[in-house]
């Protein structure tokens, strides 16, 4: 593939597909457990924690108080997954 004259070695565009599939699929996964385990809360709201605690950000809708045990786990185990092990399998190896 080639970007802004540059050659993009095609491993290094599958690499970072999956780094975004994944990405996308544990927030989808955070905010399907969390909009599980509290039901009452808006969609929006929900995705927009699993997406701040992916990216370890900070940011919050003010809701993370008003979650249960098991939404703050997912939000938990999001952030830890997020700390290094998808980006860690992503790196040149050389």
């Known amino acids: 593939m080639e970007a ?3 050659e993009i070695a095609s491993k290094s565009v599958r690499e970072a597909f999956g780094v975004m599939l994944l990405s996308f699929l544990v927030i989808g ?3 399907l457990a969390v909009s599980y385990f509290n039901p009452e809360m808006q969609l929006p709201a929900v995705a927009f924690e699993a997406f701040s605690a992916f990216s370890t950000v900070g940011l919050s ?3 993370t108080g008003d979650l249960s045990a098991g939404s ?3 939000i938990i185990i999001t952030m830890f997954l997020e700390s290094g092990h998808l980006h860690t399998h992503s790196q040149h190896r050389g």
């Open 4 to 6: 802004f004259s540059r």
């Open 29 to 31: 996964l955070t905010t």
């Open 61 to 63: 809708l003010g809701i």
């Open 72 to 74: 703050k786990v997912a």
